[in-house]
């Protein structure tokens, strides 16, 4: 296949700065650069003009915020998906859109292939190849970091000072973060070893819980089914609710998580995140759920939920699977609607209060006071009727047993 286009995923960091310069030697090619504004912060300053003095002949810079929330992370706050019940994957929530920015610039421009800046041993190559598979089969994908002759972060920081290349990453603190308004990953480096605290400085965002503010701080957060639409009061945009959480709880020092996780190619990793605002609203979530969804209901959508966050997880976010959950999971929050305040202190969240107009909660039938309208006279009955078959089951087992020692 002769290839005269790659449009290339690029994030402007250490790796897809490489990759751009190395690509146009290999394939003799036109090399354009898409990235995708998702809320990061340092790397996206500058990124287009870096691009081109790379050797990008063009560069195209998108902002995908409000469409990054509202299409992909809501879904995923009202499944609930936390991966291994901890880490709330922003990483994982951007890269079908990142890999959706990619395929719709690759047909613009009528590319033969695209690229991406994954490892060959990491989750993000599963994520951006399926998805181009799924809605652009007819591309080729090039994987530059499964093929090319750089063994270690430190070769290709060596290739760029080589090129004049510009990047961020310093042999002294070889961190390779990925940031996005729903979280940041950390990894590398000193992290490898899961044996060894974080050192502070591999934190980006969030303060030291040890010396966050002295006071607490309350958040009231309002859900209209499943989706925050307001914070204290205030209607907000999804980027200004998840903006301003994000610096609130980042102030408090909530949000970090350490985990030792499971990748898509079946070994472990450990890497640190900064989430607040993720965070935040799953709890926020969670809080409401339990007020307005019935026993049953609830139950199964925990098993959901966790289906859910291994499908995105690995990367199968425009699978049939997925969105036949997600139709589940939108009729499970039409009622997921109301306030929950909640109090950040020192890296901690503690719920204030939850209630809606939905609420399933009854004072009358909870109460042990002399308000109290619960027939405990009925309890009996439905006990025995409750606890009947395992009544059954226990003697016919001892019927069993007292036949065997005749």
Not at 30 to 54: D, M, N, P
Not at 205 to 231: C, H, M, R, W
Not at 372 to 387: N, P, R, Y
Request: aromatic share 8%.
């Amino acid at each position: 296949m002769s290839i005269k286009k790659i449009v290339v995923a690029y994030s402007g960091g250490l790796d897809t700065s490489v990759m751009v310069k190395w690509l146009s030697e290999k394939y003799n090619a036109e090399i354009v650069t898409a990235t995708g504004f998702l809320g990061q912060v340092k790397e996206i300053q500058g990124v287009e003009e870096k691009a081109k003095r790379t050797g990008a002949v063009k560069s195209y810079v998108m902002d995908l915020r409000e469409e990054f929330l509202k299409d992909y992370v809501w879904k995923a706050l009202k499944a609930g998906a936390l991966y291994e019940g901890v880490y709330p994957m922003a990483t994982s929530i951007g890269r079908p859109l990142l890999a959706k920015m990619l395929v719709d610039t690759a047909i613009k421009e009528g590319a033969d292939a695209v690229a991406h800046g994954c490892t060959g041993k990491g989750n993000d190559q599963v994520r951006f190849e399926v998805a181009v598979q799924t809605l652009a089969p007819h591309l080729k994908v090039i994987a530059p970091l499964r093929e090319w002759e750089f063994k270690s972060r430190e070769e290709e920081m060596d290739y760029a000072i080589k090129n004049n290349i510009p990047v961020n990453a310093t042999k002294s603190s070889p961190y390779s973060t990925d940031e996005n308004l729903w979280g940041i990953s950390i990894e590398c480096g000193v992290l490898e070893d899961p044996t060894v605290a974080p050192p502070e400085d591999a934190y980006q965002i969030t303060a030291n819980p040890k010396f966050a503010p002295d006071q607490p701080e309350s958040v009231e957060i309002g859900f209209e089914k499943g989706i925050p639409v307001s914070l204290n009061g205030i209607e907000r945009s999804a980027v200004e609710l998840v903006t301003e959480l994000r610096n609130i709880g980042a102030k408090h020092g909530v949000g970090r998580l350490d985990l030792v996780e499971n990748r898509v190619v079946g070994i472990k990793s450990r890497e640190i995140y900064e989430a607040p605002a993720a965070v935040i609203l799953h709890t926020a979530h969670s809080e409401l759920e339990r007020l307005v969804l019935d026993k049953e209901t609830f139950r199964f959508k925990q098993d959901v939920s966790n289906k859910v966050a291994n499908l995105i997880y690995d990367g199968l976010w425009y699978s049939p699977l997925l969105k036949s959950l997600t139709a589940f999971v939108d009729v499970t929050q039409e009622k997921v609607t109301g306030e929950v305040r909640l109090e950040l202190f020192k890296g901690s969240i503690k719920t204030l209060s939850r209630q809606s107009q939905f609420s399933l909660y009854s004072k009358e039938l909870a109460t042990y006071t002399s308000d109290d309208t619960f027939d405990h006279k009925a309890s009996e009955g439905f006990i025995k009727l409750f606890g009947l078959p395992y009544k059954t089951l226990s003697q016919v087992q001892n019927a069993v047993k007292e036949e065997e020692t005749i």
